[in-house]
């Protein structure tokens, strides 16, 4: 890995395009928040589109991606979904990001993640695991909310640092980009997201949610069913996303606060079951 390559080799040519961020850089480096980003929107989007064709490329490395062509009814109802959450007026980059959602096929691997820039991964074991739309609804909130507050460009900035990152949208490492989708993938300890980052994610899936017809609290509904079961630390999703089983209160009192809809919608001809059943 590269990881440790100079700074000074990559910024030179990058910062020749954008001089701007020069003067950005000088800044950061007198009052270096966490919050600080150095990409761009543009940039998340490139680096989750290269990351994206990373996975689609590596069926064997990363699990099979479900075709759309095969798998038309499913994908409408997953999109039908997904669209009604990216309508929330409370999206901040709804034009800006790529904003495009996959399956990936794995009986088991109860997850689901975001990379920079909009790109949504949701395994079938995570779909077979929960028990109706309002629970996907709340995880994929989760996720949206992941990208479009950039916590996942902030997370891969914090692990990989800026120069490693640069180098990979300069077009300059291929096994860098294998390394990022991996370890997105596999659900890595060291991108795991802060307790806060969750906390946020929570909180605007329940925003987001509160414009839809699905009950907003759905994720609390995925966490209680993982706590009743006794499953709080056996599955990848832990690994990212710390203390799940912790905040099914919170999100229910966001839930409260909010005054919005927590019972399941009715759903059409083909519901939730009919979506499961038509996975591999
Ligand atoms: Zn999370």
């Given at each position: 890995m590269n990881k440790t390559k100079s700074l000074m080799k990559f910024l030179p040519a990058y910062l020749h395009k954008r001089p701007w961020l020069f003067a950005f850089l000088l800044i950061l480096t007198t009052c270096q928040e966490?919050?600080?980003?150095?990409?761009g929107l543009q940039d998340q989007v490139q680096l989750g589109q290269q990351t994206r064709d990373e996975i689609l490329n590596n069926p064997g490395e990363y699990g099979t991606t479900l075709s759309r062509t095969e798998y038309p009814e499913a994908y409408a109802y997953l999109d039908e979904m997904f669209n009604e959450i990216l309508a929330s007026p409370e999206l901040r980059y709804r034009d800006e990001f790529a904003w495009e959602i996959y399956l990936i096929?794995?009986?088991?691997?109860?997850n689901a993640f975001a990379t920079p820039g909009g790109y949504i991964f949701v395994y079938t074991g995570l779909v077979q695991y929960l028990d109706n739309a309002s629970q996907l609804a709340g995880v994929l909130g989760h996720e949206v909310a992941h990208s479009d507050r950039e916590h996942s460009a902030r997370n891969l900035e914090r692990q990989y640092g800026v120069a490693f990152l640069l180098d990979l949208l300069l077009g300059g490492g291929e096994g860098g980009l294998a390394e990022i989708a991996s370890q997105l993938a596999l659900g890595s300890t060291s991108l795991s997201f802060s307790r806060d980052v969750e906390r946020e994610a929570d909180e605007f899936s329940v925003i987001y949610l509160?414009?839809?017809?699905?009950?907003?609290?759905g994720a609390a509904g995925f966490f209680q069913k993982l706590r009743d079961q006794g499953q709080?630390?056996?599955?990848?999703?832990f690994s990212t996303h710390?203390?799940?089983?912790?905040?099914v209160e919170s999100i229910n009192e966001e839930a409260n606060q909010r005054s919005c809809t927590s019972s399941n919608l009715d759903e059409g001809a083909y519901d939730y079951n009919d979506f499961k059943a038509d996975l591999p």
């Open positions: 966490g919050s600080s980003l150095l990409f096929d794995q009986e088991g691997t109860v509160n414009s839809t017809d699905y009950a907003c609290n709080c630390n056996s599955f990848t999703w710390p203390d799940p089983c912790e905040r």
